[in-house]
Each structure stands twice: as structure tokens, then as C-alpha cells.
């Protein structure tokens, strides 16, 4: 059987044409469907929708309540929904407690609020390494937390999906929620990094 | 499925490539056929109704363990994608070898799969519940480096959901809540773990009771 010689396959973008090809062949693909999917993936799911949560909870703390008792309903209010995003939950941080999600099966993240994963959360190194030694991971990666932060890694296995809540730096009173949210990135939001106050 | 796939906790990979806040992740993809992989996914998942993502991730599991680490994210999921289309007689693989004008390998047989067990009373917050000592040989979500390990329930999702292990072989899947059990990491790694707790979301056929 071809799959267990071993066969040279064909070139990625020819196999995935070919898929194309094949369902169009059967009029199997309605007319725009890949086309308003794509614009998803590519302007409407954006770690930005993330980043204006956290700063709509820095700034209201009946929104943060319900930010942390119902993540879901939070980002509905912002129509922050759809696929990969219906059940949210969102993780607190402290500035003794950093967390960190990952999913080490496969690759599960929430799309409407941190937009598609990155390749390094899908790559072998990130999904095999950071349940078992996320110190390391993290300080190779740029975030040296000492000692006295404690990590917990949260592993997208069912259908929760997360968002972490940073805490808010120092030295950030009086700002908009959009001058707030400019310094949550997707790495800040998946629990890679800590929002930075620039100088 | 004690599979390549099922990564957590395994040495030898290196420095995750990625240097924090480095990227703008604009663009999105990064070659023209990317955006097909879940655009076609999601045409068979969500619209046509051909397989489900279960199954799709069940999919990518089975490829050939060699075919599956060699191949890029989007690759993978344009194998699985193509295996179901396939398995489910939607198209063949002959006519993908044909358009792609060579070899168009697809992902290992499917299997039978498993039955959720019978419905019982829910967990709470704050039980203690260990994790079925259970090898699974076809689709599950529970990932073996908790397999065995006693943990604490700290989440009851208000949702249910399939139960993965049969909705992954298009079977008659019964709805359970998932929980979000929170393991110590010395538990899992060791004394010197460098996590203080690891937590990972089960659905609740996964889960027993722990003794006192
Ligand atoms: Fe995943």
C-alpha cells in the first residue's frame, strides 16, 4: 500500500490544489466560501480582539468580573464568537503567577480572540517541552521570570479555549483602553510574555 | 492513541524558534495554498457536514508517524482533510494523484473506536479524581502523561461536548462535561519539575473518583 513505502508525494501546494480542484470538480464548494473563510482567518480573528478585552478589564471591574466568571459572554459583548471560540475561559495572572497555555495534541487555540496560532505554538519544540519545563522554555524564548513566579501551563486537550489576563504594569494610570491594549500582544495573551510599558 | 502526536513531556526537541514579541503575525500565512488546509477543512466540517473535527484531528493522528513529523502544520491538515474526503467516498485518491500529478499519500486506516461509558454523577470543584489507567488504541483526548495520575478538579465546563474517543470514528457520540484538572508537577516530572502545576481539560469518562 502507498503508505507504507514510503512514496515521494507530490509538492504541498500541488496536493492542496489538487483538494481544491477535486471538490470544485463536484461543485461540492459553494460560490465565496474559501474566500469569506479566508478573510477570517486574515483580518476578522486578530490577537487586537484579545488585546481590547484585557484592556476593556483592566479599566471596568464589573467587565473583568465577568471576564473571569464567564469568558464567553465577556467576548460576546465585543461579538468576539465563532469557531474555536465558544467556550472561553480566561486565566488570571498575578505578579507571582504566570500562565502559559498550550495544546501539546494538537494545535487548539482561541481564533476569534488570539487569531490563529503562530507556528511556534504548533511547533514539536513548544508543544512537547513547555508542560514539562516551561522555565526553561520560557526564559529561552525572552521571559526570565524568577523564582518566585510560579508557572502553570494550561493544555487546550477539549474544547475550553484560553486567553490569559496579564496583569496591569505599573505606570499605566490614566491611559486609554486603547493606548492600554497596544501593549497586549498574542504572546502576552497566550502567557509567553508580560506587557511592556515602553520608555 | 499512544501516538507521534501525543508530544507532552517528550525530550530531545530543541529551542522553541521564536523570539517573544518579534512578530507582527501579519501575514497570516505564509504560502498561497495555506488558507486552503482550513478553508477546505472547515467546507467538509461545517458546511457539507462530510466528517467532524474529531475526526479530522483523528485523521492527522494516523498518518504515518515519519509522514507526520516531516510534514509542515498545513500539510497535515491537508492529509487528514484529504483522507476523509476520501474514507467518506467523497473523492478518491486516484483523482488527487491525478490533479496533483504524483503521489498524494493519505493517513493510515481508521479503526473502530470506542462507545462513551454509561452517564454518572458529575464531579465538583475541589474533588480529587485520578485518571483511568486506560490505552486507548484509537482516538482520544487524553494525553498519556497524565494517564494514572491523581489530580484536582478545578473547572466544570457548562457545556457539553461529544465524547471524543467515539465522535473520532464518526460514532454515536454521548455528550460529557469536560473539567479542567490541575496536576502538581512533581506528580508528573518529578521533584525538580520546573511548572509549579500543570492543567489539563478532561472529558469526564477520563476521570474516577480518587481514594480517600
Ligand atoms: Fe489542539
Redesign the pocket.
Known amino acids: 500500500m502507498a503508505h507504507d513505502s514510503h512514496p515521494t508525494a507530490a509538492p504541498i501546494a500541488r496536493r492542496a490544489q489538487a483538494l481544491k480542484d477535486a471538490l470544485d470538480r463536484k461543485k461540492l464548494i459553494p460560490d465565496g466560501f474559501i474566500e469569506d473563510f479566508t478573510k477570517l482567518m486574515e483580518v476578522d480573528w486578530d490577537p487586537a480582539n484579545g488585546a481590547r478585552v484585557v484592556a476593556r478589564a483592566w479599566v471596568d471591574p464589573a467587565y473583568r468580573e465577568l471576564l473571569l466568571r464567564d469568558g464567553t459572554a465577556a467576548c460576546e459583548q465585543f461579538g468576539y464568537t465563532g469557531p474555536q471560540g465558544e467556550y472561553i475561559v480566561a486565566l488570571e495572572n498575578t505578579p507571582t503567577l504566570q500562565n502559559v497555555i498550550v495544546?501539546?495534541?494538537?494545535?487548539?487555540?482561541a481564533w476569534p480572540v488570539l487569531g490563529l496560532?503562530p507556528d511556534w505554538y504548533k511547533s514539536f519544540e513548544y508543544r512537547s517541552r513547555v508542560v514539562r519545563e516551561a522555565r526553561t522554555v520560557l526564559r529561552e524564548m525572552g521571559l526570565d521570570l524568577p523564582e518566585s513566579v510560579a508557572i502553570k501551563v494550561w493544555d487546550?486537550?477539549a474544547e475550553t479555549r484560553f486567553m490569559v489576563l496579564p496583569f496591569r504594569p505599573a505606570a499605566t494610570e490614566g491611559w486609554s483602553e486603547e493606548k492600554l491594549a497596544s501593549i497586549v500582544t498574542k504572546d502576552v495573551l497566550i502567557g509567553v510574555a508580560r506587557p511592556i510599558v515602553p520608555t | 492513541m499512544d501516538g507521534i502526536h501525543d508530544l507532552g513531556g517528550t525530550n530531545g526537541f530543541g529551542t522553541v524558534p521564536h523570539r517573544i514579541n518579534s512578530l507582527t503575525y501579519k501575514p497570516v500565512f505564509h504560502e498561497p495554498w495555506e488558507h486552503l488546509a482550513y478553508g477546505l477543512l472547515f467546507l467538509g466540517a461545517d458546511r457539507l457536514r462530510t466528517f467532524n473535527v474529531d475526526e479530522l484531528?483523528h485523521a492527522i493522528e494516523r498518518m504515518e508517524p515519519r509522514q507526520y513529523l516531516a510534514a509542515p502544520y498545513y500539510d497535515r491538515i491537508v492529509v487528514g482533510t484529504a483522507s476523509l474526503y476520501v474514507e467518506k467516498g467523497v473523492l478518491t485518491q486516484a483523482e488527487l494523484e491525478e490533479l496533483a500529478g504524483g503521489a498524494f499519500p493519505l493517513a493510515r486506516p481508521q479503526t473502530e473506536g470506542r462507545a462513551a461509558g454509561s452517564p454518572r454523577p458529575h464531579f465538583e470543584v475541589g474533588d480529587e479524581v485520578v485518571v483511568t489507567r486506560e490505552f486507548v488504541r484509537g482516538h482520544t483526548r487524553m494525553p498519556k502523561y497524565v494517564r494514572g495520575k491523581r489530580g484536582t478538579i478545578v473547572h466544570r465546563t457548562s457545556v457539553e461536548w461529544p465524547f471524543p474517543d467515539a465522535a473520532g470514528h464518526g460514532r454515536e457520540a454521548r455528550r460529557q462535561p469536560t473539567y479542567h484538572v490541575s496536576f502538581d508537577a512533581r506528580d508528573l516530572w518529578g521533584e525538580t519539575a520546573e511548572v509549579s502545576a500543570v492543567v489539563v481539560d478532561l472529558w469526564e469518562g477520563y476521570l474516577e473518583k480518587a481514594d480517600e
Open positions: 495544546c501539546t495534541l494538537c494545535s487548539c487555540t496560532p487546550t486537550t | 484531528r
